[in-house]
């Protein structure tokens, strides 16, 4: 059995400051970290290594200029990493993205199981599980928030939330599943495999391959979003603060209301 994560990475918020009155966003301190709905994606890949014994291949979310996030899976335990190297779009979005990884996974020679994280830490994006098993012509679970492997591996079930409480949705393999933001805690890495995939060194480092994206399609998709520059929110003002008895304070509220509806 094969299953494939795919992860992506974001700025760290601790190290990002956004001042509305300049309408900028600074970076104090650029270091990416990986989403939390990819995180507990590749978790999910790992218990399922752990029960079934299945390979694990890492796959990017996005065209990186670096292979960091592919790295720390491998020093989590994935068997195979892919870097997809070339220059991309300027907005590779999910719908290029998912035609991308469908090539890599026919690349393969296929899969079983395909994991992602539901949805983006920065942009909020949750097209591309849905859109990738499109293109796959596989059947989808989403927002699960515990996967299994069942019947010798021909089925997977998924704990997914419904009217209120949770459901136990269950597809045939193949399938793509999208794992929901805090539904599982990553393991540490192995500090072995941390030290010899950052330092190159033994198979935990060979597992780490690169291929050019460009020789995997015929033709090249077209991004459907397109950058338009940012926009920022007035600045938020300040309140006043109202003492007194309940009557008072209710009087003082009813008063400012008035005078900023100009009554």
Not at 15 to 44: M, T
Not at 74 to 100: E, T, W
Not at 150 to 160: E, G, K, L, N, Y
Not at 198 to 226: H, K
């Amino acid at each position: 059995m094969r299953a494939i994560v795919v992860l992506g990475r974001v700025l760290d918020p601790a190290g990002i400051v956004v001042n509305r009155r300049a309408g900028r966003i600074f970076v104090n301190r650029e270091e990416y970290i990986l989403p939390p709905a990819d995180r507990c994606a590749l978790e999910a890949a790992m218990r399922i290594k752990d029960a079934t014994g299945c390979e694990v291949i890492a796959l990017p979310r996005a065209l990186f200029p670096d292979d960091d996030v592919l790295r720390q899976a491998l020093a989590i335990g994935a068997d195979r990493a892919i870097y997809l190297s070339g220059r991309g779009p300027d907005c590779a979005d999910d719908a290029f993205m998912a035609s991308v990884l469908a090539a890599a996974i026919r690349q393969l020679g296929g899969a079983d199981l395909v994991l992602t994280g539901a949805t983006t830490l920065d942009t909020g994006w949750t097209q591309l599980g849905p859109r990738l098993a499109e293109i796959l012509d596989w059947p989808q679970i989403l927002d699960a928030w515990q996967v299994e492997v069942q019947d010798s591996m021909t089925v997977v079930q998924a704990v997914v939330p419904a009217d209120g409480g949770y459901a136990l949705a269950e597809a045939d393999l193949p399938a793509l599943v999208t794992i929901a933001a805090g539904a599982l805690k990553l393991r540490y890495p192995n500090g072995v495999r941390l030290i010899n995939v950052y330092r190159g060194i033994g198979a935990v480092a060979e597992a780490l391959e690169r291929w050019e994206w460009q020789t995997l399609l015929e033709e090249r998709p077209t991004p459907v979003l397109e950058r338009r520059g940012q926009e920022f929110p007035p600045e938020r003002e300040r309140g006043v603060r109202v003492s007194g008895s309940a009557a008072e304070m209710a009087r003082a509220v009813a008063g400012a209301l008035r005078q900023r509806l100009g009554r």
